[in-house]
Protein backbone atom coordinates (compact mmCIF):
# COMPACT_ATOMS: atom_id res chain seq x y z
CA UNK A 1 0.00 0.00 0.00
CA UNK A 2 0.99 3.91 -0.90
CA UNK A 3 2.21 5.99 2.49
CA UNK A 4 -1.00 8.64 2.66
CA UNK A 5 1.98 10.43 4.48
CA UNK A 6 4.24 11.05 1.55
CA UNK A 7 1.48 12.69 -0.67
CA UNK A 8 2.43 16.05 -1.55
CA UNK A 9 0.54 18.77 -0.53
CA UNK A 10 0.94 22.26 -2.01
CA UNK A 11 -0.10 25.50 0.16
CA UNK A 12 -1.24 28.64 -1.87
CA UNK A 13 -2.88 31.12 -0.42
CA UNK A 14 -6.41 29.54 2.05
CA UNK A 15 -5.98 26.63 -0.82
CA UNK A 16 -4.25 23.16 -1.20
CA UNK A 17 -3.64 21.41 -4.29
CA UNK A 18 -2.83 17.82 -4.86
CA UNK A 19 -2.29 15.90 -8.23
CA UNK A 20 -3.55 12.27 -7.92
CA UNK A 21 -6.02 9.18 -9.05
CA UNK A 22 -9.88 8.33 -8.38
CA UNK A 23 -8.82 5.18 -6.39
CA UNK A 24 -5.37 3.87 -5.46
CA UNK A 25 -6.70 0.41 -5.07
CA UNK A 26 -7.31 0.11 -8.74
CA UNK A 27 -4.03 1.96 -9.62
CA UNK A 28 -2.25 -0.32 -7.23
CA UNK A 29 -4.38 -3.46 -8.69
CA UNK A 30 -3.56 -2.40 -12.24
CA UNK A 31 0.00 -1.07 -12.39
CA UNK A 32 0.62 -1.23 -15.85
CA UNK A 33 -2.53 0.21 -17.07
CA UNK A 34 -3.23 4.22 -17.04
CA UNK A 35 -5.80 5.83 -15.32
CA UNK A 36 -6.70 9.56 -15.44
CA UNK A 37 -4.48 11.98 -13.41
CA UNK A 38 -7.07 14.46 -11.26
CA UNK A 39 -6.40 17.57 -9.22
CA UNK A 40 -7.75 18.02 -6.02
CA UNK A 41 -8.34 21.59 -4.79
CA UNK A 42 -9.19 21.69 -0.97
CA UNK A 43 -9.84 25.24 0.38
CA UNK A 44 -11.13 25.73 3.69
CA UNK A 45 -14.00 22.79 4.25
CA UNK A 46 -14.48 22.62 0.39
CA UNK A 47 -13.39 20.73 -1.98
CA UNK A 48 -13.61 19.89 -5.50
CA UNK A 49 -11.55 17.51 -8.32
CA UNK A 50 -10.89 18.44 -12.05
CA UNK A 51 -9.51 16.05 -14.60
CA UNK A 52 -5.99 17.03 -16.20
CA UNK A 53 -7.18 15.50 -19.17
CA UNK A 54 -3.95 13.27 -19.06
CA UNK A 55 -3.54 9.89 -17.58
CA UNK A 56 -0.65 7.85 -16.06
CA UNK A 57 0.31 4.38 -14.39
CA UNK A 58 1.22 3.49 -10.94
CA UNK A 59 4.99 2.43 -12.39
CA UNK A 60 5.53 5.56 -14.14
CA UNK A 61 4.39 7.96 -11.39
CA UNK A 62 6.18 9.66 -8.61
CA UNK A 63 3.60 10.08 -5.20
CA UNK A 64 5.89 12.53 -3.47
CA UNK A 65 6.74 14.77 -6.05
CA UNK A 66 2.80 14.13 -7.61
CA UNK A 67 4.37 14.25 -11.16
CA UNK A 68 5.33 11.47 -13.93
CA UNK A 69 8.48 9.96 -13.53
CA UNK A 70 11.82 10.83 -15.63
CA UNK A 71 11.11 7.50 -17.46
CA UNK A 72 11.15 7.01 -21.67
CA UNK A 73 8.40 5.06 -21.34
CA UNK A 74 6.34 8.11 -21.09
CA UNK A 75 7.12 10.06 -24.04
CA UNK A 76 4.90 12.89 -23.31
CA UNK A 77 6.21 13.22 -19.43
CA UNK A 78 7.64 17.10 -19.76
CA UNK A 79 4.00 17.96 -21.86
CA UNK A 80 1.84 16.37 -18.96
CA UNK A 81 3.90 17.83 -16.09
CA UNK A 82 3.48 21.15 -17.48
CA UNK A 83 0.79 20.66 -17.98
CA UNK A 84 0.21 20.28 -14.22
CA UNK A 85 2.01 22.84 -12.87
CA UNK A 86 0.14 25.82 -15.18
CA UNK A 87 -2.94 23.87 -13.18
CA UNK A 88 -1.36 24.34 -9.69
CA UNK A 89 -0.33 27.80 -10.28
CA UNK A 90 -3.17 28.72 -11.76
CA UNK A 91 -6.13 27.14 -9.58
CA UNK A 92 -4.36 29.36 -6.73
CA UNK A 93 -3.91 32.45 -8.88
CA UNK A 94 -7.84 32.09 -9.52
CA UNK A 95 -8.54 31.30 -5.84
CA UNK A 96 -6.79 34.73 -4.63
CA UNK A 97 -8.58 36.62 -7.60
CA UNK A 98 -11.89 35.56 -6.34
CA UNK A 99 -11.54 36.20 -2.34
CA UNK A 100 -10.09 39.77 -3.10
CA UNK A 101 -13.01 40.63 -5.42
CA UNK A 102 -14.92 39.56 -2.92
CA UNK A 103 -16.92 36.81 -4.46
CA UNK A 104 -18.21 33.94 -3.36
CA UNK A 105 -15.61 30.85 -4.40
CA UNK A 106 -18.20 28.20 -5.18
CA UNK A 107 -16.37 25.23 -7.27
CA UNK A 108 -18.41 25.96 -10.03
CA UNK A 109 -17.08 28.83 -10.18
CA UNK A 110 -13.17 28.14 -9.39
CA UNK A 111 -13.57 25.77 -12.51
CA UNK A 112 -15.01 27.44 -15.00
CA UNK A 113 -12.44 30.76 -14.57
CA UNK A 114 -9.72 28.15 -14.26
CA UNK A 115 -10.75 26.65 -18.25
CA UNK A 116 -10.57 30.22 -19.17
CA UNK A 117 -6.98 30.36 -18.19
CA UNK A 118 -6.44 26.78 -20.11
CA UNK A 119 -8.39 28.07 -23.17
CA UNK A 120 -6.44 31.31 -23.53
CA UNK A 121 -3.41 28.94 -22.53
CA UNK A 122 -3.54 27.12 -25.53
CA UNK A 123 -4.49 29.63 -28.02
CA UNK A 124 -1.02 31.31 -27.50
CA UNK A 125 0.51 27.75 -27.56
CA UNK A 126 -0.99 26.48 -30.31
CA UNK A 127 2.13 28.13 -32.49
CA UNK A 128 4.59 26.38 -31.34
CA UNK A 129 2.91 23.06 -30.78
CA UNK A 130 1.79 22.76 -34.13
CA UNK A 131 4.82 22.99 -35.69
CA UNK A 132 5.28 18.86 -35.06
CA UNK A 133 4.06 16.83 -38.24
CA UNK A 134 1.38 14.91 -37.73
CA UNK A 135 3.31 11.67 -39.15
CA UNK A 136 5.91 12.32 -36.51
CA UNK A 137 3.29 12.21 -33.93
CA UNK A 138 1.38 9.11 -35.86
CA UNK A 139 5.55 7.32 -35.05
CA UNK A 140 5.20 8.31 -31.32
CA UNK A 141 1.76 6.99 -30.73
CA UNK A 142 2.66 3.42 -33.05
CA UNK A 143 6.06 3.36 -30.03
CA UNK A 144 3.76 4.08 -27.36
CA UNK A 145 1.30 1.62 -28.31
CA UNK A 146 3.94 -1.88 -28.65
CA UNK A 147 3.38 -4.08 -26.09
CA UNK A 148 0.25 -3.15 -25.00
CA UNK A 149 -2.03 -3.79 -28.05
CA UNK A 150 -1.40 -6.62 -29.83
CA UNK A 151 0.77 -7.11 -33.25
CA UNK A 152 -2.12 -6.80 -35.67
CA UNK A 153 -3.50 -3.69 -34.11
CA UNK A 154 0.31 -2.29 -34.56
CA UNK A 155 0.35 -3.69 -38.26
CA UNK A 156 -2.68 -1.70 -38.67
CA UNK A 157 -1.64 1.57 -37.82
CA UNK A 158 1.99 1.41 -39.51
CA UNK A 159 -0.24 0.64 -42.60
CA UNK A 160 -2.32 3.94 -42.22
CA UNK A 161 0.74 5.77 -41.74
CA UNK A 162 2.47 4.60 -44.76
CA UNK A 163 -0.30 5.99 -46.29
CA UNK A 164 -0.57 9.34 -44.94
CA UNK A 165 3.45 9.19 -45.91
CA UNK A 166 2.57 8.42 -49.66
CA UNK A 167 0.41 11.05 -49.89
CA UNK A 168 2.33 13.15 -48.71
CA UNK A 169 4.93 12.52 -50.78
CA UNK A 170 2.80 12.54 -53.91
CA UNK A 171 1.35 15.88 -53.26
CA UNK A 172 4.97 16.80 -51.81
CA UNK A 173 3.63 18.65 -48.66
CA UNK A 174 4.41 17.75 -44.59
CA UNK A 175 0.64 17.02 -42.87
CA UNK A 176 0.21 19.43 -39.65
CA UNK A 177 -2.75 19.12 -37.48
CA UNK A 178 -4.66 22.23 -38.95
CA UNK A 179 -4.06 20.56 -42.53
CA UNK A 180 -7.12 18.23 -41.23
CA UNK A 181 -10.18 19.92 -42.53
CA UNK A 182 -13.18 18.50 -44.81
CA UNK A 183 -11.28 19.57 -48.18
CA UNK A 184 -8.47 17.34 -46.49
CA UNK A 185 -10.92 14.34 -46.14
CA UNK A 186 -12.31 14.86 -49.46
CA UNK A 187 -8.68 14.64 -51.19
CA UNK A 188 -7.83 11.76 -48.92
CA UNK A 189 -10.72 9.70 -49.57
CA UNK A 190 -10.04 10.01 -53.13
CA UNK A 191 -6.61 9.15 -52.82
CA UNK A 192 -7.54 6.33 -50.82
CA UNK A 193 -9.57 5.28 -53.78
CA UNK A 194 -7.36 5.42 -55.92
CA UNK A 195 -5.65 2.19 -54.76
CA UNK A 196 -9.01 0.45 -55.47
CA UNK A 197 -9.36 -0.33 -51.65
CA UNK A 198 -13.25 -1.43 -50.34
CA UNK A 199 -15.33 1.60 -48.51
CA UNK A 200 -14.40 -0.92 -45.24
CA UNK A 201 -10.77 -0.42 -45.91
CA UNK A 202 -10.84 3.12 -46.36
CA UNK A 203 -13.39 3.48 -43.81
CA UNK A 204 -10.26 1.59 -41.25
CA UNK A 205 -7.84 4.15 -42.30
CA UNK A 206 -9.94 7.09 -41.70
CA UNK A 207 -10.75 5.36 -38.07
CA UNK A 208 -7.04 4.62 -37.26
CA UNK A 209 -6.61 8.70 -38.11
CA UNK A 210 -9.26 9.78 -36.13
CA UNK A 211 -7.73 8.19 -33.33
CA UNK A 212 -4.22 9.58 -33.14
CA UNK A 213 -6.02 12.97 -33.65
CA UNK A 214 -8.07 12.67 -30.45
CA UNK A 215 -5.17 11.54 -28.61
CA UNK A 216 -3.67 14.92 -30.24
CA UNK A 217 -6.39 16.58 -28.36
CA UNK A 218 -5.92 14.98 -24.99
CA UNK A 219 -2.27 16.01 -25.03
CA UNK A 220 -2.81 19.65 -25.70
CA UNK A 221 -0.72 19.21 -28.88
CA UNK A 222 -4.15 20.82 -31.40
CA UNK A 223 -7.60 22.40 -31.03
CA UNK A 224 -8.66 21.61 -34.38
CA UNK A 225 -11.17 18.79 -34.08
CA UNK A 226 -12.71 19.24 -37.96
CA UNK A 227 -12.63 15.66 -37.91
CA UNK A 228 -15.74 15.08 -35.70
CA UNK A 229 -17.95 17.03 -38.20
CA UNK A 230 -20.40 14.23 -39.23
CA UNK A 231 -19.12 14.98 -42.80
CA UNK A 232 -15.82 13.71 -41.67
CA UNK A 233 -16.88 9.68 -41.88
CA UNK A 234 -15.86 7.43 -44.38
CA UNK A 235 -18.66 5.03 -44.61
CA UNK A 236 -18.43 1.05 -44.57
CA UNK A 237 -20.03 -1.05 -46.86
CA UNK A 238 -21.83 -3.91 -45.13
CA UNK A 239 -19.72 -6.88 -46.54
CA UNK A 240 -21.53 -9.86 -48.31
CA UNK A 241 -21.77 -12.52 -45.54
CA UNK A 242 -23.44 -15.92 -46.03
CA UNK A 243 -25.21 -18.20 -43.84
CA UNK A 244 -25.90 -22.05 -43.51
CA UNK A 245 -29.16 -22.70 -42.73
CA UNK A 246 -29.96 -26.26 -40.90
CA UNK A 247 -30.10 -28.38 -43.41
CA UNK A 248 -26.75 -27.70 -44.13
CA UNK A 249 -25.09 -27.73 -41.27
CA UNK A 250 -26.86 -31.40 -40.77
CA UNK A 251 -25.19 -32.15 -43.74
CA UNK A 252 -21.82 -30.90 -42.65
CA UNK A 253 -22.41 -32.87 -39.33
CA UNK A 254 -23.28 -36.38 -40.97
CA UNK A 255 -20.60 -35.99 -43.71
CA UNK A 256 -18.09 -38.86 -43.39
CA UNK A 257 -14.88 -36.99 -43.34
CA UNK A 258 -12.44 -39.92 -42.02
CA UNK A 259 -10.72 -40.14 -44.55
CA UNK A 260 -9.07 -36.64 -44.78
CA UNK A 261 -8.09 -35.60 -40.75
CA UNK A 262 -7.78 -31.97 -42.10
CA UNK A 263 -10.96 -31.75 -43.23
CA UNK A 264 -12.40 -33.65 -40.23
CA UNK A 265 -10.61 -31.54 -37.36
CA UNK A 266 -11.56 -28.13 -39.43
CA UNK A 267 -15.38 -29.57 -39.43
CA UNK A 268 -15.65 -30.39 -36.07
CA UNK A 269 -13.77 -26.79 -35.26
CA UNK A 270 -16.03 -24.52 -37.01
CA UNK A 271 -19.59 -27.20 -35.80
CA UNK A 272 -18.39 -26.58 -32.19
CA UNK A 273 -18.22 -22.36 -32.94
CA UNK A 274 -21.65 -22.89 -34.55
CA UNK A 275 -23.58 -24.94 -31.75
CA UNK A 276 -22.03 -22.42 -29.28
CA UNK A 277 -22.61 -18.93 -31.25
CA UNK A 278 -18.75 -17.96 -30.64
CA UNK A 279 -16.11 -16.36 -32.29
CA UNK A 280 -13.32 -18.51 -33.80
CA UNK A 281 -10.62 -16.78 -31.27
CA UNK A 282 -12.89 -19.19 -28.85
CA UNK A 283 -14.34 -21.99 -30.45
CA UNK A 284 -11.10 -23.01 -31.69
CA UNK A 285 -9.19 -22.77 -27.67
CA UNK A 286 -12.04 -25.18 -25.72
CA UNK A 287 -11.28 -27.63 -23.48
CA UNK A 288 -13.14 -30.24 -21.33
CA UNK A 289 -11.86 -27.87 -18.18
CA UNK A 290 -14.18 -25.29 -19.25
CA UNK A 291 -17.08 -27.66 -18.40
CA UNK A 292 -19.31 -27.43 -15.71
CA UNK A 293 -22.62 -28.75 -14.16
CA UNK A 294 -25.67 -26.46 -13.41
CA UNK A 295 -28.64 -28.57 -11.96
CA UNK A 296 -27.72 -31.72 -14.09
CA UNK A 297 -26.85 -30.20 -17.03
CA UNK A 298 -23.51 -29.65 -19.06
CA UNK A 299 -22.49 -26.04 -19.84
CA UNK A 300 -19.05 -24.82 -20.93
CA UNK A 301 -18.22 -21.44 -18.60
CA UNK A 302 -16.34 -19.41 -20.06
CA UNK A 303 -15.18 -15.43 -20.79
CA UNK A 304 -14.88 -13.99 -24.47
CA UNK A 305 -11.50 -12.66 -25.47
CA UNK A 306 -13.10 -9.51 -26.86
CA UNK A 307 -14.74 -8.90 -23.92
CA UNK A 308 -12.28 -10.09 -21.41
CA UNK A 309 -11.88 -6.71 -19.88
CA UNK A 310 -15.70 -7.09 -18.59
CA UNK A 311 -14.85 -9.77 -16.64
CA UNK A 312 -18.61 -12.06 -17.97
CA UNK A 313 -18.57 -15.33 -18.24
CA UNK A 314 -21.07 -17.07 -20.73
CA UNK A 315 -22.83 -20.39 -20.17
CA UNK A 316 -23.16 -22.30 -23.31
CA UNK A 317 -24.97 -25.30 -22.92
CA UNK A 318 -23.12 -28.83 -24.28
CA UNK A 319 -25.49 -29.80 -27.14
CA UNK A 320 -26.11 -33.67 -28.04
CA UNK A 321 -23.97 -32.29 -30.98
CA UNK A 322 -21.52 -31.10 -29.72
CA UNK A 323 -20.86 -34.33 -27.27
CA UNK A 324 -20.84 -36.78 -31.10
CA UNK A 325 -18.19 -34.29 -32.24
CA UNK A 326 -16.42 -34.42 -28.76
CA UNK A 327 -16.58 -38.66 -28.83
CA UNK A 328 -13.86 -38.47 -31.40
CA UNK A 329 -11.44 -36.95 -29.08
CA UNK A 330 -11.94 -39.23 -26.36
CA UNK A 331 -14.40 -36.84 -24.59
CA UNK A 332 -12.77 -33.69 -25.39
CA UNK A 333 -13.11 -30.70 -27.93
CA UNK A 334 -11.27 -30.82 -31.17
CA UNK A 335 -7.43 -29.87 -30.84
CA UNK A 336 -6.93 -26.30 -31.90
CA UNK A 337 -6.30 -25.68 -35.40
CA UNK A 338 -4.89 -22.59 -37.19
CA UNK A 339 -7.20 -20.19 -38.24
CA UNK A 340 -6.36 -19.57 -41.52
CA UNK A 341 -6.26 -23.42 -42.10
CA UNK A 342 -9.61 -23.72 -40.54
CA UNK A 343 -11.21 -21.07 -43.45
CA UNK A 344 -9.42 -22.76 -46.33
CA UNK A 345 -10.17 -26.50 -45.58
CA UNK A 346 -13.93 -25.91 -44.52
CA UNK A 347 -14.24 -24.20 -47.92
CA UNK A 348 -13.64 -27.87 -49.02
CA UNK A 349 -16.00 -29.37 -46.44
CA UNK A 350 -18.52 -27.13 -47.81
CA UNK A 351 -18.25 -28.10 -51.13
CA UNK A 352 -17.77 -31.97 -50.33
CA UNK A 353 -21.24 -31.60 -48.57
CA UNK A 354 -22.13 -30.25 -51.98
CA UNK A 355 -23.50 -26.55 -50.61
CA UNK A 356 -23.20 -25.20 -54.10
CA UNK A 357 -25.72 -21.81 -54.30
CA UNK A 358 -24.46 -19.48 -56.13
CA UNK A 359 -24.53 -16.05 -54.03
CA UNK A 360 -24.94 -12.49 -55.78
CA UNK A 361 -21.73 -10.19 -54.43
CA UNK A 362 -22.40 -6.36 -54.90
CA UNK A 363 -18.67 -4.50 -53.90
CA UNK A 364 -17.00 -1.59 -54.34
CA UNK A 365 -13.89 -0.73 -55.29
CA UNK A 366 -11.98 2.46 -56.05
CA UNK A 367 -15.50 4.35 -55.66
CA UNK A 368 -16.68 2.19 -58.62
CA UNK A 369 -19.64 -0.23 -58.12
CA UNK A 370 -19.17 -4.19 -59.06
CA UNK A 371 -21.90 -6.91 -59.15
CA UNK A 372 -20.29 -10.72 -59.00
CA UNK A 373 -21.65 -14.47 -58.20
CA UNK A 374 -19.54 -16.74 -56.66
CA UNK A 375 -20.13 -20.72 -55.23
CA UNK A 376 -21.70 -20.39 -51.72
CA UNK A 377 -19.10 -22.81 -50.37
CA UNK A 378 -16.18 -20.38 -51.28
CA UNK A 379 -17.79 -17.87 -49.16
CA UNK A 380 -17.48 -20.06 -45.72
CA UNK A 381 -15.07 -19.00 -43.27
CA UNK A 382 -14.42 -18.95 -39.63
CA UNK A 383 -17.03 -16.21 -38.83
CA UNK A 384 -19.76 -18.31 -40.83
CA UNK A 385 -20.54 -20.57 -37.86
CA UNK A 386 -21.40 -17.68 -35.46
CA UNK A 387 -23.50 -15.92 -37.67
CA UNK A 388 -25.09 -19.18 -38.83
CA UNK A 389 -25.93 -19.91 -35.14
CA UNK A 390 -26.82 -16.24 -34.62
CA UNK A 391 -29.67 -16.46 -37.75
CA UNK A 392 -31.05 -19.28 -37.76
CA UNK A 393 -31.69 -19.07 -33.93
CA UNK A 394 -33.43 -15.91 -34.91
CA UNK A 395 -35.41 -17.72 -37.07
CA UNK A 396 -36.74 -20.21 -35.20
CA UNK A 397 -37.84 -17.49 -32.46
CA UNK A 398 -35.44 -17.30 -29.78
CA UNK A 399 -35.75 -14.07 -28.46
CA UNK A 400 -32.62 -11.33 -29.63
CA UNK A 401 -31.80 -10.76 -26.27
CA UNK A 402 -31.34 -14.44 -25.56
CA UNK A 403 -29.22 -15.27 -28.74
CA UNK A 404 -26.89 -11.71 -27.57
CA UNK A 405 -26.59 -13.40 -24.24
CA UNK A 406 -24.56 -16.24 -26.54
CA UNK A 407 -23.07 -14.31 -29.00
CA UNK A 408 -21.83 -11.09 -26.82
CA UNK A 409 -23.56 -8.38 -28.83
CA UNK A 410 -24.30 -5.64 -27.12
CA UNK A 411 -27.41 -3.76 -28.90
CA UNK A 412 -29.84 -4.87 -30.87
CA UNK A 413 -28.18 -2.81 -34.02
CA UNK A 414 -25.40 -4.22 -33.97
CA UNK A 415 -26.96 -7.94 -34.16
CA UNK A 416 -29.25 -7.05 -36.62
CA UNK A 417 -26.49 -6.04 -38.67
CA UNK A 418 -24.95 -8.93 -38.28
CA UNK A 419 -27.52 -11.84 -38.91
CA UNK A 420 -27.93 -12.36 -42.86
CA UNK A 421 -31.68 -12.78 -43.26
CA UNK A 422 -33.94 -11.00 -46.34
CA UNK A 423 -36.66 -8.82 -45.10
CA UNK A 424 -39.59 -11.23 -45.86
CA UNK A 425 -38.22 -13.69 -43.09
CA UNK A 426 -37.88 -10.33 -41.01
CA UNK A 427 -41.63 -9.98 -41.01
CA UNK A 428 -42.80 -13.84 -40.89
CA UNK A 429 -40.59 -13.72 -37.77
CA UNK A 430 -42.60 -10.61 -36.58
CA UNK A 431 -45.87 -11.89 -37.39
CA UNK A 432 -44.90 -15.67 -36.05
CA UNK A 433 -44.68 -13.93 -32.55
CA UNK A 434 -48.48 -13.21 -32.51
CA UNK A 435 -48.56 -9.48 -32.46
CA UNK A 436 -51.18 -9.86 -35.15
CA UNK A 437 -54.34 -10.82 -34.80
CA UNK A 438 -54.69 -13.02 -37.64
Same mark, same amino acid.
Given at each position: MINSKVMKTTDKSKGTVRFAFKSIKELEKNKSKNFTIYMFFTYGNKRFKISSGYKCNYKSWDFKKQRVKNVTSVQNKDLINNHLNFLEQNINKVYVDTIEANEVPSANLLKSRLLNHLNNDDNNRTNNIEKQTLTEYFEKIIETKKGTVSKTTIHTYNQTLDKLKTYEKQNNIYLEFKHIDLNFYNDYKSFLEGFEYSPSTIAKHF????????????????????????????? /???????????????????? %??????????????????????? $?VSDYNNFSKDLIVKIEGMEYLKFIQKKNFK????????????????????????????????????????? $??????????? &??TRGGKHYTDYKPKHKMIGTHTARRSFATNMYLKGM??? &???????????? /????????? %????????????????
Open positions: KKLKAVLNQAILEGLTNNQAHKSKRFQAK /EEQGVETYLNEDEIQSMLKK %DLTYNKKFELARDIFLIGYYTGQ $RHKKYVYCPITKEMKEIMKRYKNDFPPKMLDKDINLYIKDVG $RICKIKDTIKV &DYPVY &DIMLFTGHTTEK /EFYKYIRIK %DEERASHVVKAGYFNL
